[in-house]
């Protein structure tokens, strides 16, 4: 089992430009949620995605959307990137449930300029 | 969301049991708490969770209070690979985690 898998591992975008970031979920899980973590801080929760619809979403601008395909995985579009969103994005992977434990990718490091 | 208290850092020695404490005041009847710890350059890693009784699995034991408003995380015998940020977080299970500062924990040989 790969676990969860992210790509690109790195990314360097410039400011204005849209940005795509891919997951995959351990097999068997059903739902993605996405996190950005700025450098120092801890992973902020940015949305989640079940049965390909956005279940739950945190304090995120409208700039930051998704998607959740047939088969579970999930891209996170950023679109007029600023520099502030230079940062670790995250994926973690769970089964909907009250009592799951989340498994985490290694992350995208997207650099913006 | 019920907010947790943890110390920002913590230092113990190798071979030693580590205590990492959590308060959280303002938990819910419902609230689980969960722990996840990050290694450097790395994503967050699941550690435990319980809602009310003690737990234990192969990398900690959680303890919680009578009251739920702390629990402590217990690595019964720290190595050089426990070196990580822990979180202390609490939650429904099914929704996003809400993670804090976490406890830096350094490990001396």
């Known amino acids: 089992d790969a676990g969860v898998t992210q790509s690109p591992t790195h990314l360097i975008k410039t400011r204005g430009q849209q940005v795509t970031l891919r997951c995959s979920p351990k097999?068997?899980?059903?739902?993605v949620s996405w996190y950005q973590q700025a450098l120092g801080q801890g992973p902020q929760f940015i949305f989640q995605y079940y049965e390909e619809e956005e279940r739950q979403r945190g304090n995120f601008p409208d700039r930051f959307s998704g998607h959740q395909f047939p088969n579970y995985s999930s891209e996170l579009n950023v679109n007029a990137l600023l520099l502030g969103d230079s940062a670790l994005y995250l994926c973690a992977s769970s089964w909907l449930g009250v009592n799951t434990e989340a498994f985490f990718g290694q992350g995208t490091r997207l650099t913006v300029v | 969301d019920a907010k947790t208290t943890q110390p920002n850092s913590m230092e113990s020695n190798e071979e030693e049991p580590v205590h990492l404490p959590c308060n959280h005041s303002t938990i819910s009847g419902t609230d689980y708490i969960h722990w996840y710890r990050q290694l450097p350059s790395q994503g967050p890693e699941y550690v435990i969770h319980?809602?009310?009784s003690n737990v234990n699995n192969r990398m900690a034991s959680l303890a919680i209070a009578e009251d739920r408003k702390s629990s402590t995380l217990i690595l019964h015998r720290a190595t050089l690979r426990d070196a990580a940020v822990y979180y202390c977080i609490l939650g429904g299970g099914a929704d996003g985690l809400t993670f804090g500062k976490g406890t830096h924990l350094i490990i001396q040989p």
């Open positions: 097999s068997g899980h059903d739902t």
């Open positions: 319980g809602l009310t």
